[in-house]
């Protein structure tokens, strides 16, 4: 963000409904002349949060819509600031013409995530609650709007600041110990400090648990297709996805790019990315798809490395070295109706899973691997969103407080303790905006729609 998006006496103006012609439109203000535009764009000041018709005029006096007006005072507000909204007709140039009017007595266009930003800046949101607005507004799947709108209720604020006061806690009982060393009792070795250290690794491993499914219901969980030409790779893309989204046929190589498709596995948003055949001494368009091919497998979450189950005959064969080490991996026996494979779950370690792209058979088990593999299960009313960057702040916050468990249990080494807790503090603190840079929050809100 520009250093202007920084200055709080800066009113600023923006169309919060998306672009393009529609029946309604909504303009918003925020800031300190919020008070002075409506009173010139409307003649009079409306009746605090009441809804009131009334006719739109620019600086000048002249009449630009009809509509609803809304005002906001300060600080019972989204922004925490005096708020105007002017609902009016949808059309591109009437809200050009109520932004231009604000602009003309003093407002400025505001920037992406603006509105929002200040929200955050006013105390009326914390970081996570301010991203869970983007999310809901980006929802991909109805359990994923469900988890955005309880993120932005405060659920997970609220667990990552129960964990931080466990930290207090735990910090001020350590650091009692080393500030009192006279004392006869070890403060150091009770059980009531082994129960409060068991107490935080627990509530870490439901924390991160529930984060990384979060994390997935945001995000979505990106599952690359591989394998040889004529696989079935392609039929699978299709079964999956109900739609023929890629051409089949029996010609080696006919996908040479990738293919994307979203499907929804009972809440759960997978892409799935279906991929050139894997093969020795293919042809120079087919050698760029394969190249791609790799590629998309580092980023995936997982893989389904298909066989043709009538060809090959080792069910655990898996792909070759340049799969990353550390993405699972889901065997996919295609061709089932074909082979005599019993469809359906065949070993669990390595995974392998028989199917029928063609009958559809052994699908459900496949779907629910990948489900599991996702981490994915349904938290009802306690799932929420989470983003990459929390996940990763949650991972560093619990590195800190295990290698001060090590030390604690190891060496009694109560001040390395205490300095590794106060750091995971602060690592749980950047997730809600407690502990955050101005370059962390320009990255986040930069990322929100204008209007937002």
């Known amino acids: 963000m520009s250093a202007s998006s920084n200055n709080a006496e800066a009113t600023i103006v923006a169309r919060a409904t998306p672009p393009g012609t529609g029946g ?5 203000v925020s800031g300190p002349l919020a008070r002075a535009i409506a009173a010139r764009m409307l003649g009079a000041l409306p009746e605090a949060r009441q809804a009131t018709f009334r006719t739109f005029r620019d600086a000048a006096g002249r009449m630009l819509d009809q509509g609803i007006a809304l005002y906001f005072p300060a600080p019972h507000s989204f922004t925490g600031e005096d708020v105007l909204e002017l609902h009016g007709h949808g059309g591109p140039v009437v809200v050009a013409g109520l932004v231009d009017a604000a602009v003309a007595l003093g407002a400025r266009l505001a920037e992406p995530g603006e509105f929002s930003r200040r929200a955050f800046q006013n105390d009326k949101l914390d970081l996570t609650q301010a991203e869970a607005v983007a999310d809901l507004i980006a929802s991909g799947s109805m359990q994923a709007a469900r988890a955005a709108l309880h993120s932005l209720s405060g659920a997970f604020s609220g667990a990552v600041d129960e964990l931080k006061e466990k930290l207090v806690q735990l910090r001020s009982h350590v650091e009692a110990a080393i500030d009192f060393p006279q004392e006869e009792i070890d403060f150091l070795s009770d059980s009531a400090l082994e129960s409060r250290v068991e107490a935080c690794a627990n509530s870490f491993r439901q924390l991160r648990n529930n984060a990384n499914i979060g994390r997935v219901l945001r995000d979505g969980y990106r599952v690359v297709i591989v394998g040889r030409p004529n696989a079935g790779k392609s039929s699978l893309l299709n079964c999956l996805s109900g739609q023929e989204a890629a051409i089949v046929t029996e010609v080696a190589g006919t996908t040479r790019d990738i293919l994307r498709e979203q499907i929804n596995l009972d809440g759960l948003l997978v892409e799935l990315v279906d991929t050139a055949g894997l093969r020795e001494d293919p042809d120079r368009i087919e050698a760029e798809g394969i190249r791609r091919a790799r590629e998309a497998m580092n980023r995936a979450d997982a893989v389904m490395w298909v066989q043709d189950a009538t060809r090959d005959q080792q069910a655990c064969e898996r792909p070759d070295d340049h799969l990353p080490a550390d993405v699972p991996v889901v065997v996919v026996r295609n061709k089932a109706d074909l082979s005599g494979d019993v469809p359906g779950l065949l070993q669990a370690e390595p995974l392998v899973v028989a199917i029928s792209a063609t009958t559809g058979a052994g699908i459900d088990a496949l779907r629910s691997e990948l489900r ?56 749980l603190s950047e997730i809600t905006g407690a502990f955050s840079s101005d370059d962390l929050l320009g990255r986040i809100f930069s990322e929100f729609c204008i209007g937002k």
């Open 24 to 28: 309604i439109a909504v303009v918003r």
């Open 372 to 427: 599991r593999l996702a981490g994915y299960r349904d938290l009802g009313e306690g799932a929420f969103t989470a983003r990459q960057r929390h996940v990763d702040a949650l991972e560093r916050a619990y590195r800190h407080f295990d290698t001060g468990r090590v030390a604690l249990r190891e060496a009694r080494a109560g001040e390395l303790f205490a300095e590794e807790l106060k750091l995971s503090q602060q690592a």
